[in-house]
């Protein structure tokens, strides 16, 4: 099965910390969706007739869109490719547009999984973020969702905000608790080049994120999940037993995908593409029935390596026996070379011949792919 991701390229405002594709302003906004619904006719070969498991819009802020706009992408979607009747599509949503109205709204649309990004339960770092909702605003989103028959639930945290301190990140881990959230995705907050953020650290209005407090709160994070029964199966993702994301396991797990809008991603197995990250060029381009991307076919080195980068970060690690058949036994004795020292230090498991990293060992995911890697 496949998956299909949607990038809706508006914001009502920009946070300080994202390097997302988007634009605050939404004058163009219909000349877009007109783009996107000619784009999925254009992409509907590309999965090459693949059920669609997953549908995941993402952004910028998809809950801009009202329920007519999203049903005419769904009608679109329908005519060109073959859905799953089970299949999880999931909306992406800020606190502040869920109002009671919005949500029966979204029900009433084929919606099941709201992705709510509420960041934290904390004024003054949702304001340091420059988030356009309140800790309020965050509650009541979640709470009224649940209330409308919005079973699927995930919430998004940030950790490592100079504000934040470690009480109340331990707060902010046991409001989500107490909501009866099923799955919480929760990321180190990134000074990305660039953003907003990045120039408030560089001219000193802001203090810079701190390695150690993000760490010491990443540690945190673990032990409140596994005492709440949740299961880190990604280093950013937890839930609770049945609410893996469908989606973004399929990107783990190497499955196909289809990105459409500006800046959208898409990966068939042998190559990657991206879509240009031009809101009036993406435009441009479909309406002269070109699509404007960039392609990378993936060499059998680059293969591997993604393979090693995101199978690691969860918790079904790399299996030696799927890189000995797609790779061959080289890349074995290469994997299981440069990884002895990790393996010495209990920072990666070896177990049922698989490569799996050890709670600790998850704070250094990225430097021990990298070192797994095959180099061109």
């Not at 299949?87 to 949500?103: F, G, Q, R, V, Y």
């Not at 509420?118 to 979640?142: C, G, P, T, W």
């Not at 994120?209 to 993000?214: A, F, G, I, L, T």
Request: charged share 25%; aromatic share 10%.
């Amino acid at each position: 099965m496949s998956g299909i991701y949607i990038h809706i390229p508006f914001c009502k405002q920009a946070c300080n910390y994202c390097d997302f594709h988007f634009s605050t302003s939404l004058n163009n906004k219909d000349a877009f969706l007109n783009a996107l619904k000619k784009e999925i006719e254009m992409q509907k070969g590309y999965l090459n007739g693949n059920k669609i498991s997953t549908i995941y819009f993402g952004g910028g802020t998809p809950s801009l869109l009202s329920e007519k706009e999203l049903m005419d992408l769904f009608e679109i979607l329908d005519r060109n490719f073959v859905i799953a009747p089970d299949a999880e599509i999931t909306l992406e949503a800020n606190p502040d547009d869920l109002s009671k109205e919005k949500i029966k709204q979204l029900k009433a649309t084929p919606i099941n999984r709201l992705s709510i990004g509420i960041q934290s339960f904390y004024d003054e770092d949702l304001k340091l973020m420059n988030r356009a909702h309140n800790s309020k605003e965050a509650e009541s989103a979640v709470k009224t969702s649940q209330d409308s028959g919005f079973g699927n639930i995930t919430i998004d945290l940030i950790y490592g905000i100079p504000t934040l301190t470690h009480a109340n990140w331990k707060s902010n881990l046991a409001s989500a608790f107490n909501m009866d959230v099923k799955h919480i995705s929760a990321y180190c907050l990134t000074v990305e080049p660039k953003t907003v953020l990045a120039h408030q650290v560089k001219t000193g209005k802001i203090k810079n994120v701190d390695e150690q407090q993000s760490a010491e709160q990443f540690e945190i994070m673990q032990e409140a999940m596994q005492k709440n029964s949740f299961i880190q199966y990604e280093i950013s993702n937890f839930c609770k037993e049945g609410y893996y994301s469908k989606h973004n396991s399929n990107y783990w797990l190497k499955e196909t995908y289809l990105g459409l809008g500006p800046s959208a991603h898409s990966y068939n197995g042998n190559s990657r593409q991206w879509n240009i990250s031009n809101n009036p060029l993406y435009i441009q381009a479909i309406e002269k029935g070109v699509l404007n991307f960039e392609k990378e076919e993936l060499t059998l080195h680059q293969r591997y390596n993604e393979y090693i980068l995101t199978s690691l970060r969860t918790m079904w690690g790399a299996d030696l026996n799927y890189i000995e058949t797609a790779f061959g036994r080289d890349y074995v004795t290469h994997g299981l070379k440069e990884v002895e020292k990790y393996l010495e230090t209990g920072k990666v498991l070896h177990q049922e011949n698989k490569l799996i990293l050890s709670d600790n060992g998850k704070l250094f995911a990225d430097k021990i792919a990298s070192d797994i890697f095959i180099t061109e």
